[in-house]
């Protein structure tokens, strides 16, 4: 695996890559960064070029001080730039938690870019807009937002070598009996690069600024959020891990609404971080998909 980085869409963005090929892309969601397909990037690497990217405000790549920079336009601008960087018109999208939340934004901005659409344990935004809205249940499980867009949140989380992090939301079982001593140590190493607490938590930061906005309290003049369609019309596979007690299965009710064509693969004993609980299932279905 090879580091590399690209200045696009005005950031400097570090991704490790593996293989030569069609373009795989993976994008990582919170609080994980490359590191965490690193079992994709051995997989697929046999014949595509995998591409695992520090989104930014990540680890070693870019990190705007402004909140504004995290908004969901520009992280899709940096996908579809650092693709044309790395010489592709056309190739596959990966995508799990926010990094599933970008890819989905993505298919459905740039179809003509997108080959095939991969998502594991991230709702689409309408079925999650709904959830919210209507099921008790979601709105339980998605309480831990309120902390992470808090103010105090990056020192709470850094506190006691990120114990907050490691036992609540990676987990004790994933932190202890299924990461490595090597994975314990790299992410440690991501999480206390300069501003990377910050930029992983500004991703929860940004609806309450556009918010915000939208009630006159800062930035008048802003426009409105382009409303969008949602409808992804490229083939999709959406893997599941049923446990997940973040994103719960009612994000799977109706999905066929917006996703024409779709396939779903329900991991009944996976939680939210299903890619490290099982991660020869998950390439075993990435693999079918692919060469379906």
């Known amino acids: ?3 590399a980085y690209a200045e696009v869409n005005g950031q400097r963005l570090h991704y490790v890559t593996e293989g030569t090929g069609p373009l795989l ?17 051995a997989e697929f690497g046999r014949d595509h070029q995998a591409v695992a990217l520090d989104m930014r405000g990540t680890n070693l790549s870019s990190k705007p001080a402004e909140i504004e920079q995290y908004q969901m336009q520009h992280r899709v601008e940096d996908i579809r730039a650092l693709a044309a960087h790395l010489g592709y018109e056309k190739f596959t999208l990966v995508g799990h938690d926010w990094g599933g939340a ?7 901005a740039y179809p003509a870019l997108v080959e095939k659409l991969i998502i594991i344990n991230s709702p689409h935004p309408a079925i999650f807009g709904r959830e919210l809205n209507t099921n008790p249940a979601q709105q339980q499980a998605s309480q831990y937002m309120n902390f992470l867009s ?15 992090l490691r036992e609540r939301f990676l987990g004790e079982h994933l932190w202890n009996d299924i990461f490595s001593e090597a994975d314990r140590q790299a992410y440690l190493a991501a999480w ?8 992983g938590l500004n991703l929860y930061r940004v609806p309450r600024a556009s918010q915000a906005r939208a009630e006159g309290q800062t930035a008048p003049g802003n426009p409105p959020r382009e409303r969008r369609t949602w409808i992804v019309q490229v083939p999709t596979l959406v893997i599941w891990g049923e446990q997940d007690t973040a994103l719960l299965t009612g994000n799977l009710n109706g999905l066929e609404q917006f996703v024409p064509n779709l396939t779903i693969k329900r991991i009944p004993d996976g939680s939210h971080w299903v890619i490290h609980e099982q991660p020869t299932l998950v390439n075993t279905y990435i693999r079918e998909f692919l060469t379906a």
Not at 102 to 108: N, P
Not at 150 to 164: F, I, K, M
């Open 192 to 199: 206390a690069q300069p501003g990377s607490l910050t930029g």
């Open 1 to 3: 695996m090879k580091d």
């Open 102 to 108: 970008a890819a989905w934004v993505f298919a459905a």
């Open 150 to 164: 808090s103010p105090q949140a990056e020192q709470l989380l850094a506190a006691d070598n990120y114990a907050l």
């Open 25 to 41: 892309l993976f994008l990582h969601g919170f609080p994980e960064f490359w590191y965490a397909w690193k079992a994709q990037l």
